[in-house]
């Protein structure tokens, strides 16, 4: 697979302070990444140099093969999409007026900014100003923007903010559209569960720093947090190598155990007189982002 995205030990200074500290990451073809950090974390600097809007104070940072800061890295431009998280236009044009000005900034065709507004649900205020846009719809209009010429590398900043439910799930079918056909997608959400499924890979920022990146299975296997096992039913006779691990919840029994002695446990459960119903809870990726981000505390605090 093609990198479309490459940063080798990139670092970024600003006034002595290191808002990056040699970052590793490479994104490929049709990958979606999530990245999370708190505030002041590095996701935007990290976003800022991808896009060739700052330059790397050490390491180096490549898009599409090419050094995104140079003039000859600039007709790439056209192929990258970006939703930044408090989007503004010019209140005075309408809808459509809006997204044919960025249409024409790209080199798209005026007819897919008509499509792109039903399929963001703006069909009907396309020839509102969009000063008489909610926040919402602001958010769509952004949305439709970033779509403009189907990029191959689409940087998404908290896309969903503001979207309803069904808007959301709407807007989230379209991105697996796009990494269908071959987009690369970094996705920035405070909205943990909402992202989890969607994500190929997730990496945690924490004060410039890389903290974790993998799979949530990787991360899991990172985390060594343990899995929740749920039991329900009357008399739950359990054997007393499992006794010392279960606390009781609601009307059964609660067990916490090793991710790697998931499977002996439950294949135990399984053959337990009196147990109805068992459900199996694995670390979430909200459950791991707190896991990493505390640990970094804890080692922060202690030098």
Request: proline share 3%; aromatic share 4%; charged share 25%.
């Amino acid at each position: 697979m093609t990198n479309i995205v490459e940063l080798n030990n990139a670092q970024k200074r600003y006034q002595g302070v290191d808002a990056l500290k040699g970052l590793d990451l490479e994104l490929k073809q049709g990958e979606l990444l999530g990245l999370f950090g708190h505030n002041g974390a590095g996701k935007t600097t990290t976003i800022k140099l991808i896009l060739g809007l700052i330059k790397a104070s050490g390491g180096e940072v490549r898009v599409f093969g090419e050094d995104p800061t140079l003039a000859s890295a600039r007709r790439q431009r056209r192929q990258l999409g970006f939703l930044q998280e408090n989007v503004s236009f010019y209140e005075q044009l309408t809808g459509l007026e809006v997204l044919r000005y960025f249409a024409n900034l790209k080199g798209v065709t005026r007819s897919e900014c008509d499509r792109l507004l039903a399929q963001v649900g703006l069909a009907d205020a396309a020839r509102r100003r969009v000063k008489t846009y909610s926040k919402g719809m602001r958010q769509r209009l952004g949305l439709a923007q970033a779509l403009l010429g189907e990029p191959k590398l689409l940087l998404l900043d908290e896309p969903t903010v503001g979207l309803d439910p069904i808007a959301t799930q709407d807007f989230y079918h379209r991105i697996a559209q796009l990494k269908e056909q071959g987009c690369t997608v970094v996705l920035c959400s405070h909205v943990l569960p909402g992202v989890e499924k969607y994500i190929d890979r997730a990496l945690i920022l924490g004060q410039g720093q890389l903290l974790a990146e993998g799979s949530l299975e990787q991360l899991r296997q990172q985390a060594r947090l343990p899995v929740t096992l749920n039991l329900q039913g009357s008399d739950i006779r359990l054997p007393e190598s499992l006794q010392r691990q279960a606390t009781r919840h609601g009307d059964g029994l609660r067990l916490q155990v090793a991710l790697a002695d998931k499977m002996p446990v439950m294949r135990q459960l399984l053959a337990v007189s009196g147990v109805s119903d068992l459900e199996l809870h694995l670390p979430s990726l909200e459950d791991l982002y707190s896991h990493f981000i505390g640990n970094h505390q804890l080692q922060e605090e202690s030098q």
